[in-house]
């Protein structure tokens, strides 16, 4: 199935202000999505936490509880990452 | 876990020299099984009976992990392996080896006798802005380099550290590496420095067999 959409008309050189206003959105929601769900920031997230307590700068219980967060998330954005979350897929494509 | 006439998983420590024999660790492993030695021509995998699934992260597993090690390298030399390497059966386990042994082989050469140290420098919280960075880290580096054997820059996960880096060193060193490492400490005494080891040399020793992504035999 083909589909004309705010991509093709990009290509032609054609802009419409609302499909515009659509893709500056969808770029902004994209960009936080990789932020708040990227593995690796987590990871290093994780590790800062560790290395803050054992520099004496968080207690345990602090690390702890941090620690107990960052790993969720981070099994999120795996899971995420998985999943191909945040990609746009064409359903009625024929791919 | 074990099912009665069915061979369990062996999850894999690490690789030392071969000892001739079976050698016993005690029963020091995941679920309190015992870790004992195989043998594959001059090597021996540190391994013990395990359930055969994935391995999740945690800070209690990884330490036990990183303890079996240790405590192999109190007296081996060791090839560290990767956290939640397990195979389904010895000879699993054997093949993965032959298909290593090469690259085993060279890296035990490069790590024989020697141990990792690891240096961070990291920024009070109140310096966060200072603009000494690049000197401070010139400094350690020059020094630690002429007392190390290889050294190794890590990832610097945080804004506040200025270096993160690992050094091989020989074991008859150890000291005279650590009164360099002190004497920087002193230069440097605004900073917070962490100094920790010795470690299996993890990030001198990179070997991934039969691994479908990275976490293989490292």
């Known amino acids: 199935m083909f589909i004309i959409d ?18 500056t959105l969808e770029q902004i929601r994209g960009f936080a999505h990789r932020e708040m769900y990227n593995p690796e920031k987590i990871k290093n997230r994780i590790k800062e936490n560790r290395l803050l307590f054992e520099l004496g700068e968080m207690t345990i219980d602090e690390y702890e509880k941090n620690n107990a967060e960052l790993l969720q998330e981070l099994k999120l954005a795996e899971l995420g990452a998985e999943m191909n979350l945040g990609v746009r897929t064409d359903i009625l494509g024929a791919r | 876990m074990n099912t009665v006439g069915q061979e ?9 020299k071969s000892q001739g024999e079976k050698k016993s660790f005690g029963n020091i492993g995941f679920a309190g099984e015992e870790v004992y030695t195989l043998e594959y021509r001059d090597f021996a995998p540190v391994v013990s009976n395990a359930a055969v699934k994935k391995y999740e992260v945690s800070d209690e597993d990884v330490e036990l992990h990183r303890r079996v090690e240790e405590q192999v390298m109190k007296e081996h030399s060791v090839l560290p392996v990767a956290y939640g390497m397990v195979f389904k059966n010895k000879k699993l386990l054997l093949f993965a080896m032959s298909a290593g042994y090469k690259a085993m082989k060279k890296a035990m050469n490069e790590v024989d006798n020697r141990v990792e140290l690891g240096v961070k420098v990291f920024l009070p919280k109140e310096a966060a802005a200072w603009d000494g960075k690049e000197k401070c880290k010139s400094d350690f580096m020059e020094a630690l380099k002429k007392k190390a054997v290889q050294s190794k820059e890590l990832k ?5 550290l200025v270096l993160n880096t690992s050094f091989l060193v020989d074991k008859d060193k150890i000291d005279d590496f650590s009164g360099e490492v002190g004497q920087l400490g002193n230069k440097y005494a605004n900073l917070k420095l962490q100094y920790s080891g010795p470690w299996p040399p993890y990030n001198f020793v990179d070997i991934q067999i039969l691994s479908r992504r990275k976490g293989g035999f490292r």
Do not use: E, K
Request: proline share 3%; net charge neutral; aromatic share 12%.
């Open chain 1, 6 to 23: 705010d991509i093709l008309l990009r290509q032609m050189g054609i802009t419409i202000p609302g499909l515009d206003l659509i893709w």
């Open chain 2, 156 to 160: 610097l996960f945080s804004d506040r």
């Open chain 2, 8 to 16: 369990s998983g062996r999850y894999v420590y690490c690789m030392i």
